[in-house]
């Protein structure tokens, strides 16, 4: 079975900074489109920021030029360096990945189960 897990998440005070990780494990022939979401309190779960099919760096408005997103595919890893941290940014961040599955033969989306983000003034 695939896996995601993501780490890096934590308890931080306004304009300081973290690093999110991602790692996907199991029996993964090929990695495509992967990204972050974020639930904020109250809000919808939304997209932060995604390498499309294309592999171009995608983000929502509200992040740009603060995070960053980054992957290693040799390490089936997905990162995001956020910077600049504001309250808002608060949440639960998940991982989600289409990966080609060496188990079912097909492609599919799995997600991670979140890492918590917490930004205080």
């Known amino acids: 079975q695939v896996q995601l897990v993501e780490s890096g998440g934590d308890s931080v005070q306004a304009g300081e900074s973290l690093q999110l990780s991602c790692v996907a494990s199991?029996?993964?022939?090929?990695?495509?489109?992967m990204g972050w979401y974020r639930q904020t309190p109250g809000n919808q779960r939304e997209l932060v920021a995604h390498?499309?099919?294309?592999?171009?760096?995608q983000y929502v408005d509200s992040v740009e030029g603060r995070f960053t997103i980054s992957r290693d595919l040799a390490k089936k890893t997905l990162y995001l360096q956020m910077n600049s941290l504001k309250p808002e940014d608060t949440g639960v961040y998940y991982c989600?990945?289409?990966?080609?599955?060496?188990?079912?033969?097909?492609?599919?989306?799995?997600w991670g189960k979140g890492t918590q983000v917490t930004v205080s003034l």
């Open positions: 390498f499309d099919g294309g592999g171009r760096r």
């Open positions: 989600y990945a289409e990966v080609l599955s060496g188990a079912t033969s097909d492609w599919r989306v799995y």
């Open positions: 199991g029996s993964i022939f090929g990695i495509n489109v």
